[in-house]
């Protein structure tokens, strides 16, 4: 450690090494520069944006070999305190580099030099010539004709996203430019204007009242909450309502949902309810707005902020209360690079911030129930349905020995007809994609196998396309058997694609929507399709998950789940915990108004104690006994895990970098932590790649993180590590 005159600069880059860099100043800065601004540092043979995190008046390393910062980027820390204590915390606990940390909480648009201002966004609009032209102008050019069209009905212009959608691509601007019609024009970002005036809150049944009370009177200090309410029962309004108080107390809300959740319904609500504009933040928006939303939050023009997971990061002037809604979700944990959980991330910020936090869910995680039992969560219920709605009913289909008719059986059919006469919606839920789930030979058996991944193909007919749901690659499906070369292939099971031809064979007079991957892939099409759904135009609706979360249907008396039994003999210890909410979620979309509901749950093993149970006694009993399961095995939340993952090309590379992992583990104290494996991951090629994984097991929480403080940073040096790509995952959702 050397004492320097100068002021050292501690500096976090975006690099894979779990360390910061020491700098020199540049010479010209006279003030004193403070932790969170943006730096451009030299970095190896080229330059990079790193952001100062301390500073320091010693370095390990000989002064007169540090390098000087190019140039400050910010007069002011971009980054606030709490968000850089986060980052710190977060790059420790789930042991990834803070330089790689930081860079991932700022905008895109941030992440390299550019100065961090509101941007205008560039907007299309016809000229005069334009807006005088007839579509009679252009009879031979009907893309042209269509375009100008579009934009007559578009005074005020429209964006490059909105053109695209719109079918109107680079070529057609360019030719309406060249006829003089078209000019480009930047249009200044609208930031939050508030919209309307707020309209009336229904007044609140007991349950709820307790919930907002308790929330409010939390205000200005630490709390988490355990919002548990079963589906339909005004969680939302509570939310709303508790944002309105912290509104109202000048400060500012910040609400997380799952990737699916975030919906223009839900939008809508937050904003007709509260009557202002929510800053939207969500990994599909286009830079700049993503650029504005971010830094309206930041200077507090933005006073409520409604985004999925990388919203947790978004620094906020006053902050005032923190949602996570469905806490449950697994899209809240990212799933690749930095592995965090965003739900958890958020408790930590609230306790630094000295905010309350909720946590809101009709089928908490049994970490979140647990915490409640502990006492670290204030455990709030709403275990009944708002308004005039009733809790559906649930029962089990036994399709053993049924003819199904692509995978629905006689008695469901018979249910739909009887709900549909009786001007009912009908939601069918299947989670598997594309037409069938396999494509089988009929002469010798053979499977279409994907050649990168240890899975089968799945069948989309509408492309004709053989498909894998785990690498992405495709082939056109085969005339001939590749093995026996018989032309008998024929697809095994049912996917959504072939459900919605069973259907229109079955009720050809009923409109119905399919909300799939597939269905939604064209920009705009989910919000479409769930419009429909809600409107009640569509009666039947048929999809995967994303139809299954947090969507309010009114009209929707029968919810038919088309197999239960996938997540029955899952070698995953999360699997059960996975169905009972997936089940309890789809249940819940049924009978949300005055009409009751009903659920049908189609199985072949009627008698599987998890389904009866759930049935019979709700998610709350399916809980309690998942919770003393998981005590008995010693399994979260009763104890911490963290996965450590090694993938390669070389079938062999990934268990020799696990066994020396392992073997650097036996140097060190291991007292109460137990290691499973290295063994072959349960998917063990995936896109080309022999997967295998080390699990390491820890009752207490501080012992595992101490040891991944030592081992982890250290791994890249062992030379095995060099033929494979690995992975920590702290706290992990999935063992595959
Ligand atoms: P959740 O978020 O728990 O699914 P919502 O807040 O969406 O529940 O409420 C479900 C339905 O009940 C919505 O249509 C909502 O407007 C209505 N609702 C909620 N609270 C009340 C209340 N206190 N009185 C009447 N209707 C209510
Ligand atoms: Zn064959
Ligand atoms: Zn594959």
Redesign the pocket.
Known sequence: MRLVSETILRIAVPSPLFRLFDYLPPREITAPLHPGVRVQVPFGRSRTVGILVATSRSSEIDPARLKRVHAVLDTEPLLPADILAMAQWAAAYYQHPLGEVLAGCLPVALRGDQSAEVRGTTVWCLTHTGIEATTADCTRAPQQARALEFLQHHPDGCSREQLNEAGIGPHILRALSARGWLETRTRAATLIASSAVPSAA????PA?AAAVDAITAARDQYQSFLLD??????????YLQAIAACLAADRQALVIVPEIGLTPQLLTRFRQRLGIEPAVLHSGMNESDRLNAWLAARAGTARLILGTRSAAWVPLAQPGLFIVDEEHDASLKQQEGFRYSARDLLVWRAHRDGVPIVL?S?TPSLESLHNARQGRYRHLS?PE???V?SAPSLRLLDVRNQKLDEGLSPALLAHMRKHLDQGGQVLLFLNRRGFAPTLLCHACGWVAECRRCDAHLTLHQRHRLLRCHHCGSQQPIPVQCPTCGCADLRPLGAGTERVEQALERNFPAVPQVRIDRDSTRRKGRLEDLLAQATRGDARILLGTQMLAK?H?F?GVTLVGIMEADQGLFSADFRAGERLAQMVIQVA?RSG??ERPGEVLIQTHHPDHPLLLQLVAAGYPAFAVAALAEREAAGLPPFSNLALLRAEATDARAPEQFLYAASADLDTRTLTGIERWGPVPSPMERRAGRTRAQLLLVARDRKRLQRLLAEWVPQLSNLKSARKVRWSIDVDPVDLF
Do not use: D, M, Y
Not at 202 to 205: A, D, G, M
Not at 229 to 238: A, D, I, L, Y
């Open positions: 229904p007044s609140l049944n709820q309410g079963v589906t339909g029962s005004g969680k939302t309004e509570v809101g009709a709403l349905r708002a308004g709605a947090g309010h009114p819940g949300r108004a």
